[in-house]
């Protein structure tokens, strides 16, 4: 059974954005996690998060996880191939940076960096749900092949069986196998040719889709949900690519169906506040590129940018996420009665007035004040 915490866990919880560590990799490219022990809202929000980095002619093995997960390039271009559940013919995918990809239950994939040429790494990032993971808060990746595969683990007898193979010849295979979950693929070996059209559902560019909103001099946000990825309903996450501008600021608010947020920082920096239960500030940092944070369900998290502006993939646990804003045209005080701001604000008409009047024309996003 897994352990929900007390609010009084979450509030004394250390919720400062961390960076990965290495967990596996080699010339071919490296494998990074995220632990709950850094980084302990992944354990209370049964979340994990890694990113893949292959360096020109890497190759990440087939393999599958015991969670379901959003997968999100970061950098470079590259071939992703997934074999659904029950499908007879896997999908080479071609990729790129700004593409999200979900991946449900028992989906098999396998990465590749094909660009040899190129001196730019294929970078990978993997948010998903942990719930019915065997380690809550961290993946369990199984590979296939490779020193660490599941056709190590069986006996030579069994793999010659089960694949009608004669003794040597199980022994032969199984005795080949080459490195641990990454490996370089050699001068001159093909690889199976991406199809464009194993892109249709299964991913969304999310540099190119059409914005959610768009605030001049402010930022831009495309979200990831059932409507222009109908697969994020399996996965039963959501997701967002946030980009704000310098200076820029992003109204406070909060997730109003449960759902934690997790987000990663793609570039930039700038500043992070997340105030929770009785008004306390549990947060207060300076977030930069390729660090993690979560936000605690209903918790209130506002971001302003340094002069390099922001940018944030961001997923929540339910598939199509409903915010609540503390400010700008939709917040929900532009709904309260009049004599209700008042009385709450203990303040005048006119103070009550002066707030209600701001922030007539700004949504979510506010770009910085006018000098």
Same mark, same amino acid.
Not at 99 to 123: C, K, Q, S
Not at 190 to 205: A, F, I, Q, S, Y
Not at 311 to 319: C, N
């Given at each position: ?61 087939? !393999? ?11 950098? +470079? #271009? ?10 007879? =013919?896997?999908?080479?995918?071609? %990729? ?41 808060? =961290? ?10 595969? %599941? ?6 007898? *069994? ?26 693929? =050699? ?5 199976? &040719?991406?199809? $464009? ?10 540099? &190119? ?5 768009? %605030? ?16 994020? /309903? &399996? ?9 704000? $501008? ?18 990663? %920082?793609?570039?930039?920096? +700038? ?12 947060? &207060? @940092? ?26 944030? *993939? !961001? ?13 700008? #045209? @939709?917040?929900?005080? /532009? ?8 009385? !709450? *604000?203990?303040?005048?008409? $006119?103070?009550?007035?002066? *707030?209600?009047? /701001?922030?007539? $024309? ?8 006018? /000098?």
């Amino acid at each position: 059974m897994v352990h929900r915490m007390s609010m009084a866990e979450v509030m004394s919880m250390d919720l400062s954005p961390k960076k990965p560590n290495k967990s596996y990799g080699n010339d071919g490219g490296a494998y990074y996690d995220w632990s709950p022990a850094d980084l302990p809202m992944l354990a209370a929000a049964s979340i994990g998060g890694a990113k893949l980095i292959l360096t020109a002619g890497g190759l990440a093995l087939p !393999s599958y996880s015991d969670s379901a997960k959003v997968a999100y390039v970061l950098q +470079g #271009k590259g071939t992703c191939g997934v074999v659904l559940p029950e499908a007879t =013919k896997e999908k080479v995918i071609p %990729i790129k940076v700004g593409d999200a990809i979900a991946l449900p239950f028992g989906v098999v994939t396998w990465w590749h960096n094909a660009h040899a040429a190129a001196a730019t790494d294929l970078v990978v990032l993997f948010l998903g749900d942990t719930s019915k993971g065997h380690i809550t808060g =961290k993946f369990t990746n199984l590979h296939l092949t490779g020193s660490t595969g %599941i056709f190590t683990g069986f006996s030579t007898e *069994f793999v010659g069986r089960a694949w009608d193979l004669t003794q040597p010849d199980a022994a032969k295979l199984v005795s080949t196998q080459p490195g641990a979950g990454i490996v370089m693929v =050699k001068e001159g070996h093909k690889m199976p &040719e991406p199809c $464009d059209g194993d892109r249709h559902g299964m991913v969304l560019n999310c540099l &190119e889709a059409p914005l959610d909103v768009d %605030i001049k001099d402010g930022g831009r946000v495309v979200v990831l949900n059932t409507q222009n990825l109908p697969l994020v /309903k &399996e996965v039963g996450l959501g997701a967002d690519l946030v980009r704000i $501008d310098a200076h820029s600021m992003c109204s406070p608010g909060f997730s109003c169906d449960s759902a934690y947020q997790v987000t990663y %920082i793609v570039r930039g920096s +700038g500043r992070v506040q997340v105030v929770g239960i009785d008004g306390t500030r549990v947060l &207060e @940092t300076r977030a930069e590129g390729g660090c993690l944070f979560i936000v605690p369900r209903f918790f209130v998290v506002s971001k302003i940018a340094d002069e390099t502006g922001m940018e944030w *993939f !961001s997923i929540i646990t339910t598939p199509n996420p409903i915010f609540s804003h503390l400010a700008g #045209k @939709t917040s929900v005080w /532009k709904a309260i009665s009049p004599a209700v701001l008042e009385a !709450s *604000f203990n303040t005048t008409p $006119d103070m009550e007035k002066l *707030f209600r009047s /701001k922030r007539l $024309d700004s949504e979510i996003l506010f770009a910085p004040p006018s /000098k």
